[in-house]
T-cell receptor, first 115, second 112 residues
Framework: EAQVTQNPRYLITVTGKKLTVTCSQN?????MSWYRQDPGLGLRQIYY???????DKGDVPEGYKVSRKEKRNFPLILESPSPNQTSLYFC??????????????FGPGTRLTVL | EDQVTQSPEALRLQEGESSSLNCSYT??????LFWYRQDPGKGPEFLFT???AGEEKEKERLKATLTKKESFLHITAPKPEDSATYLC?????????????FGIGTKLQVIP
């Protein structure tokens, strides 16, 4: 089954404790991205990756890091989480260079709470 | 700055009562407009892509249309299983890359 998986699905942590949210896709997609979704603000892009070892900032990259060492994986790293990073996070992937520019496949989401 | 505004924020319909959701946008260099459906606790699910004014797409009870300033998602004879939040997004070329801007969404509730 074609899918994007994220782990963990739920996480409660404390300020300053480094964490990683994993994302994996089995569709051989070149393009992957991370979003956060907050009430009243909609989905906002954090980082995206056009291919292995190619990443770039989205609209709200501050406080986040990413890496793309393998095509299928795109982890999101919070080196020193703060309460304003409490949010619902989505990973997404799509084929690159097709006419369906944004037919993205989204993961199930990770609900993060930073105390 | 690219902007996407969806209205209404919430909509409650009786089963079988047709209606429309609106997505108005301000963007330079539109490359595509997209509709997604999001169920509670799940990630958005792709519905349609529209590329140019006048284009229409249909899927079951849903029909999406596009003008130069807005898009409509028409829901004909909705059923309770159509209850979800519907998201609109626009993709434009900005600073050399394809930027995506999402609206906040319209939460649709269809009552039996």
């Amino acid at each position: 089954e074609a899918q994007v998986t994220q782990n963990p699905r739920y996480l409660i942590t404390v300020t300053g404790k480094k964490l990683t949210v994993t994302c994996s896709q089995n569709m051989n997609h070149e393009y992957m991205s991370w979003y956060r979704q907050d009430p009243g603000l909609g989905l906002r892009q954090i980082y995206y990756s056009m291919n292995v070892e190619v990443t770039d900032k989205g609209d709200v990259p501050e406080g986040y890091k990413v890496s793309r060492k393998e095509k299928r994986n795109f982890p999101l790293i919070l080196e020193s989480p703060s309460p304003n990073q409490t949010s619902l996070y989505f990973c997404a992937s799509r084929e690159r260079g097709t006419l369906n520019y944004n037919e993205q496949f989204f993961g199930p989401g990770t609900r993060l709470t930073v105390l | 700055e690219d902007q996407v505004t969806q209205s209404p924020e919430a909509l409650r319909l009786q089963e079988g009562e047709s209606s429309s959701l609106n997505c108005s946008y301000t963007v330079s260099g539109l490359r595509g407009l997209f509709w997604y459906r999001q169920d509670p606790g799940k990630g958005p699910e792709f519905l349609f892509t529209l590329y140019s004014a006048g284009e229409e797409k249909e899927k079951e009870r849903l029909k999406a249309t596009l003008t130069k300033k807005e898009s409509f998602l028409h829901i004909t004879a909705p059923k309770p299983e159509d209850s979800a939040t519907y998201l609109c997004a626009v993709q434009a070329l900005s600073g050399g890359y394809q930027k995506v801007t999402f609206g906040i969404g319209t939460k649709l509730q269809v009552i039996p």
